[in-house]
């Protein structure tokens, strides 16, 4: 008998210190890969253009779905329909959204899924003064796992100094997310502020952000070489969220931003 115990406490305790045990999963949650990545229009930090170099890095993840900002369409400085090409090289599907004209052709932001996209929308944000103009994008997936549709948002903020036109982005944001209809929310983007701006702040009493919820490092991802400020963001609607599995902001030069991927469990 004594020996039956002794046993059944090996198994425990080397189970518990054994870092390759199984996540267990409830019934009512499931896994999915989720990035974020501002592409500066595939132009690496040694000033090459390559789409290819981006679309690997992408793919390399196995994430479901990327949120992509800078992308063009058509321009002077990159002649061809970005979106489309890494959709191609990456054997996924493909949302589109058009922030402003530029070159003579489109410059705006993206969504990458490896899942059908049902339904997508476009959100153009207020203009204020003679900034630049932003938006958001959000496609409609029905996840493999789940009965619920998950709605996945990215977008890009503006660059102003005071923060005053990013916490009116994210106030506009957020009411648009409440009319899209039922089902999960993810937002990714370039949002251009810090963790501690107003803007991220309001986004915050609604979300969880991801990288905070790790409890690890500083989660910068600006510049690529030697990142200082944390800009690039993912968020999961609170409802939602189950369990963080994994986070990690990538290394790559590709792009002058480096990306953020996790991993997370959300609720059926």
């Known amino acids: 008998m004594k020996r039956v115990l002794w046993l059944l406490f090996v198994l425990l305790v080397g189970c518990k210190v054994t870092p390759k045990c199984p996540v267990t999963l409830a019934p009512a949650e499931y896994p999915l890969t989720i990035m974020s990545y501002n592409i500066h229009v595939g132009k690496g930090m040694d000033s090459r253009v390559s789409l290819e170099r981006i679309a690997n890095e992408i793919k390399k993840t196995s994430c479901d779905l990327a949120g992509v900002q800078e992308v063009d369409r058509f321009t002077r400085r990159s002649p061809v329909d970005q979106p489309a090409i890494l959709a191609k090289l990456m054997g996924y599907n493909v ?14 932001i993206a969504i990458l899924s490896s899942l059908p996209i049902v339904e997508k929308r476009s959100l153009h944000y207020s203009v204020m003064g003679q900034k630049e103009p932003r938006g ?24 102003d100094d005071s923060g005053a036109e990013q916490l009116q982005q994210v106030k506009e944001l957020l009411e ?3 009319r899209l209809g039922k089902g999960t929310v993810i937002i990714t983007g370039d949002f251009n502020q810090t963790p501690d701006s107003a803007a991220i702040c ?12 790790s409890g690890e490092g500083n989660g910068a991802t600006f510049d690529a070489l030697k990142p200082k ?16 599995l994994s986070i990690r902001i ?3 030069d590709a792009s002058d931003h480096r990306p953020v991927v996790a991993r997370v ?4």
């Open 95 to 108: 949302a589109y959204s058009k922030n402003l004209d530029y070159q003579g052709g489109e410059y705006g």
């Open 202 to 213: 309001l986004l915050r009493s609604e979300f969880v952000d991801l990288f905070i919820d």
């Open 265 to 268: 469990l959300l609720k059926k």
């Open 229 to 244: 400020v944390r800009i690039d963001y993912l968020f999961v609607r609170k409802m939602d969220f189950a369990r963080l």
């Open 136 to 159: 958001a994008l959000a496609v409609r997936v029905r996840p493999p796992a789940s009965e619920k549709p998950l709605w996945f948002v990215t977008t890009h903020l503006s660059t």
């Open 250 to 252: 990538p290394e790559t």
């Open 176 to 178: 648009w997310l409440r």
